[in-house]
């Protein structure tokens, strides 16, 4: 299953970016993460999940 990031719910924090930098970064703006790996299957993933304040990682 793929990673998204539901861009209306990302507060920009870089919780994600910090925790995974290998699959979330943020865009040009520096204002919302992206999913560069939606792929990815690093346990970093669910780490991030659990720790986005407004729960806008699924996968």
Request: with cysteine; hydrophobic share 40%; net charge negative.
């Given at each position: ?15 994600c ?6 699959v ?27 720790t ?6 699924s996968?």
């Open positions: 299953m793929a990673i998204v990031i539901d861009h209306d719910e990302c507060i920009g924090c870089e919780s970016v910090e925790i995974c930098p290998e979330f970064e943020m865009d040009a703006d520096g204002e919302k993460a992206t999913v560069i790996a939606p792929d990815s299957t690093l346990a970093c993933v669910d780490e991030a999940i659990e986005c304040p407004n729960e806008a990682i996968k």
